[in-house]
């Protein structure tokens, strides 16, 4: 079993629609991130989070370290959002040593 | 902002040569970097931390002796595959944390390596 779940592993969507990705652990962690890999492979690092909600533009992350569950929120979706949306959590203290969720394949159409 | 760059992006190369991978700070001292790599339609999984001056820190089942890792700056960490093999083809990418002056840390991502062994 993997230590982070993500759902959907797939998800298309219509310009404009409100885009709710979910990220579950198992493990006890320092901090959970949202992470974006466009198709050439480069990943940007969206949030980083360790308890509550943090918002960025259109995106929005939320973390309940009870529930050990974390969402992604993408407001007014655009085609420009379509990506694979990584969860990923720290395994301990020295930010970088993650474990990965398998991601989220994003399509947004026009 | 800061950038971690990485090349090269691709490469091509035989059975049994080796490969490097450089993974560069621009404009931050990176005391830790990290080294991930993602098979097709798998998650990225973290190989090793590369610790500036010291010896790397490797994950369970990473072979230390084929993914050499070499750390010599403050802004360089390089990932060396020796004797490649076919099954080592994969998408490598390191990360590098940056602690700002007034926010906290952050992770920077370099752009990736996609190697391909024949």
């Known amino acids: 079993k993997n230590e982070v779940e993500q759902s959907p592993q797939n998800l298309t969507a219509q310009e404009g629609e409100f885009i709710t990705i979910n990220c579950s652990y198992s493990?006890?962690?320092?901090?959970l991130h949202w992470l974006q890999q466009h198709p050439g492979g480069g990943i940007v690092s969206l949030f980083m989070l360790s308890s509550g909600k943090k918002k960025h533009g259109r995106l929005i992350a939320t973390i309940n370290i009870q529930e050990k569950h974390s969402s992604l929120h993408i407001t007014a979706s655009h085609p420009r959002d379509s990506a694979v949306y990584i969860c990923a959590v720290d395994r301990g203290s020295t930010l970088g040593r993650l474990y990965f969720g398998r991601g989220t394949q994003l399509t947004v159409w026009p | 902002g800061a950038v971690v760059s990485q090349h090269p992006s691709r490469v091509i190369c035989k059975s049994g040569t080796s490969v490097k991978i450089e993974c560069r700070s621009l404009d931050f001292q990176a005391t830790t970097m990290f080294w991930y790599r993602q098979f097709p339609k798998q998650s990225l999984m973290l190989m090793a931390t590369?610790?500036?001056?010291?010896?790397?820190?490797?994950e369970q089942g990473v072979e230390k002796d084929k993914f050499l890792i070499n750390h010599a700056s403050l802004t360089l960490s390089t990932l060396t595959v020796t004797s490649a093999h076919p099954e080592d083809s994969s998408f490598y990418i390191c990360?590098?944390?940056?602690?700002?002056?007034?926010?906290?840390?952050?992770?920077?991502f370099g752009s990736g390596t996609q190697l391909s062994v024949l």
């Open positions: 493990v006890g962690i320092s901090a």
């Open positions: 990360s590098a944390s940056r602690r700002g002056a007034t926010t906290n840390e952050k992770l920077f």
């Open positions: 590369s610790n500036e001056g010291s010896k790397a820190t490797y």
